[in-house]
């Protein structure tokens, strides 16, 4: 996928398949008789339009012989870092829950921002530990929004 | 209703009163936090604020909640402009231009332009509210299912045409976005669409974690990709538009004003609609369209203008008819109700002090948050200086807040990191961001007023062509069409292309 005409074929094949797939779901949604418009009409019609567009992008990139247009992916280190902040993400949102949000946004943000800069550690824990510390009381305390607060009631 | 300058010079007078202008400068300030910070927006802060009020007589209640909401609607461009992260759809168009220009270290201007164009299309729609709500007001009644869905069709058409060389790819941003949008109960019969039998999916996507996602996460993805050192490459070199970026944007803060108020007359025509018209709008008579997307102050101008324009307008149904154009003036109809006031004709004629109190105070309210708002610039504008190892984890701490914070699920922050990677991949492959944003937010009510049409019309699509204003807006959005296809198969459009993505 290194050339916009691969990508434009993969991606036009990738989006195919999820037409064809959701015309599935779309034709199993079940209707009342005697409507105007059954609800999976709209539904149908845009999985055709998908399907039928991703079928136009695979034959308009077969078309396309510009080998010269790539597309801008990231080198090895950088896949790397992008894989470590998804994996991250990922984490702390499954943490949120059991450990509360403050806790879990403390964890996430001295992790990553380490990750990422390599500042000295002592550094990092205090950024994060301020960062959740003001988070925690202008959402949670002052504004009232009801986020997990797990076990230690942060 | 009938307008009288004694009525008006009356609510100058008691806006005036160091008590209500404490309360218009406390709802401005509030305001301006709320739409600053991600993840509340006006419509909890109100409801969030309204029982408070109480304790207040109904003139600086209703004065607080108003400046709350027209505040927040001027803070709302901070974050978009600076670091990309639209908390609402209406400032997706003020992202589009005002981050860029950020990027090229004009976040000073882009948010001067933002806070000087939504002063003036404030100001403007608060006289067309002040003089001319009734007549319009009656116009605004005269829509009805098939003019709405034939407006969102021309305002889809619209977005779908401007994606220049990707007009095949915007279609399939629009495709995906409808699609998304519709998963999870039919609207009027309740039918379970698109769920793969997950419980979480019933409740539907909310558009709020896909806008948060394909921008605000998207964005720091690519920046973490390329390890940079600070979100914008460039050092920040103005604070304050220059006479150039005046220039350019005070035609487009005059359109803006037009076209939000008079669509902000409709009621449920909210600003996300509205903005992205008349940022289009502004595209197409702009004598530099190349640079829309890559940084025209006179996109954060239209986007910026279009938005303020059409929460003022919001005020003539609400006012007259006692119809919320929006859930954030629905929560202030209630904030009404709470006082025992019920607005509609009558309130004009039973309360005439507190109603022309609120519009007085909307003037001052408006001057307030432009005060304020200009000296702020310097200090938004430098969170370009933090690096971005620390803005970055700020930045997806700012976006699960956002997200979660809307109907407080955990399934909508998964769905605001899902679309942060297709947000990710369609940065990358050339997919525009923007109809897929427009089509999501729209859909709800694209498809209540098609299916409420087919209703009023036997199932005949011939609804749209006999009723003269959809009529009109169908045909406006066939010439969009067109004018898209023309682009993209003739030589202006190659040209248009080279410069065109999200």
């Keep these: 996928m290194r050339t916009q005409r691969m990508a434009d074929m993969t991606s036009g094949a990738f989006l195919a398949a999820l037409g064809v797939l959701s015309l599935v779901a779309s034709y199993n949604i079940a209707g009342v008789t005697g409507e105007q418009l059954h609800p999976r009409t709209l539904p149908v019609f845009l999985s055709w339009v998908i399907t039928l567009a991703g079928v136009a992008l695979i034959f308009g990139g077969w078309r396309n012989q510009d080998e010269s247009q790539t597309i801008d992916w990231p080198d090895k280190a950088g896949f790397k870092r992008l894989l470590m902040a998804m994996a991250c993400m990922i984490l702390y949102l499954l943490l949120i829950e059991p450990l509360g949000f403050a806790t879990s946004s403390f964890l996430m943000l001295a992790f990553l921002i380490w990750y990422l800069s390599h500042y000295h550690p002592v550094i990092v824990v205090l950024l994060s530990l301020v960062t959740a510390v003001i988070i925690y009381f202008l959402f949670i305390q002052f504004l009232g929004l009801t986020f997990p607060v797990g076990p230690l009631g942060w | ?502």
């Design chain 2, 1 to 502: 209703m009938n307008f009288s300058w004694s009525y008006l010079l009356h609510g100058f007078a008691q806006a005036a009163t160091p008590l209500n202008l404490a309360y218009a400068l406390l709802g401005s300030l509030v305001g301006t936090l709320v739409g600053v910070l991600p993840g509340i927006g006006p419509t909890s802060a109100i409801a969030i604020l309204l029982p408070l009020t109480t304790i207040l007589p109904p003139i600086p209640a209703i004065i607080m909640m108003a400046a709350i909401y027209y505040g927040a609607m001027y803070g709302g461009s901070t974050t978009a402009i600076v670091v990309n992260i639209p908390g609402e759809a209406s400032s997706v168009p003020t992202a589009m231009d005002g981050y860029q220009l950020a990027r090229q270290g004009r976040g000073g201007p882009a948010l001067g332009i933002s806070a000087i164009s939504s002063f003036v299309a404030g100001t403007l729609s608060l006289v067309g509210l002040t003089f001319f709500a009734p007549l319009l007001a009656n116009v605004a009644l005269a829509f009805g299912p098939p003019e709405y869905f034939a407006l969102m069709f021309m305002a889809l058409s619209l977005v779908v045409s401007l994606s220049g060389r990707a007009l095949l790819k915007g279609l399939i941003a629009t495709a995906l976005g409808l699609l998304v949008s519709m998963m999870g109960l039919d609207p009027l019969t309740g039918e379970a669409r698109l769920t793969f039998g997950t419980v979480s999916l019933m409740a539907g996507v909310n558009f709020i974690s896909v806008i948060i996602g394909l921008f605000a996460i998207g964005e720091v993805l690519v920046n973490i990709e390329r390890a940079v050192a600070t979100i914008y490459e460039n050092k920040v070199r103005d604070w304050l538009p220059t006479r150039e970026d005046l220039k350019h944007s005070w035609g487009a803060m005059l359109r803006s004003s037009v076209i939000g108020f008079f669509l902000g007359l409709l009621p449920g025509c909210s600003p996300a609609v509205t903005t992205f018209i008349a940022y289009d709008a502004e595209k197409k008579v702009s004598k530099r369209p190349h640079l829309f997307g890559h940084g025209a102050i006179e996109g954060v101008a239209a986007a910026e203008g279009a938005n303020n324009a059409t929460c003022s307008g919001g005020f003539v149904p609400l006012f007259s008819f006692g119809i919320p154009s929006g859930p954030a003036l629905a929560v202030l109809l209630g904030g009404f109700m709470m006082y025992g006031l019920q607005p509609g004709p009558m309130l004009f004629k039973e309360n005439p002090d507190l109603v022309w109190a609120v519009i007085a105070s909307m003037y001052l309210g408006n001057i307030i948050l432009l005060v304020l708002n200009l000296p702020l610039v310097g200090l938004w504008a430098r969170i370009a200086l933090i690096p971005f190892p620390i803005l970055g984890p700020m930045i997806i701490l700012f976006s699960v807040i956002g997200a979660y914070s809307v109907r407080f699920l955990m399934f909508d922050v998964w769905v605001a990191l899902i679309f942060g990677v297709l947000g990710y991949l369609m940065r990358k492959l050339g997919f525009p961001l923007a109809p897929m944003v427009l089509a999501t937010v729209l859909t709800q009510m694209l498809e209540t007023s098609l299916k409420q049409s087919m209703v009023l019309s036997d199932g005949s699509p011939l609804i749209f062509f006999t009723r003269p204003l959809a009529a009109v807006f169908m045909v406006l959005a066939f010439i969009m069409i067109a004018w898209g296809v023309w682009l993209q198969f003739s030589g202006r459009g190659k040209e248009l292309a080279a410069d065109d993505s999200d």
